[in-house]
């Protein structure tokens, strides 16, 4: 398998496929709202909020202002406590035991 420092693709080539990658990570969590964020901390531990935390430290190095709420926004596709209060159920007994187990490890 090539290594992708080696490969022929430009820089700007690169940065065109990661950001339409994101976009489209975004556009597969906002078509999957039942998937949980206590879902994807278990199973691979990051979830929306670790991806609007990302998104807003990129931005504070590259001295872009951007706000927490804006990064959610643009990961949520909607305002944060709107998202939680359409989709977001508490969290089972058994996801709160799946996370803490996680957690430990």
């Known amino acids: 398998m090539p290594d992708l420092e080696q490969t022929t693709l430009s820089q700007a080539q690169k940065d065109a496929l990661d950001a339409a990658t994101f976009r489209r990570l975004l556009k597969h969590l906002d078509e999957n709202k039942d998937v949980q964020n206590i879902d994807l ?15 807003k430290a990129e931005a504070d190095a590259q001295n872009i202002s951007v706000d927490m709420d804006t990064a959610r926004m643009r990961v949520y596709g909607m305002d944060y406590t709107e998202w939680k209060d359409k989709f977001q159920p508490p969290a089972t007994p058994e996801q709160l035991e799946a996370f803490n187990a996680r957690s430990k490890c």
Do not use: D, E
Not at 41 to 55: D, P
């Open 41 to 55: 901390m278990i199973l691979a531990n990051f979830c929306r909020n670790c991806l609007s935390k990302w998104y």
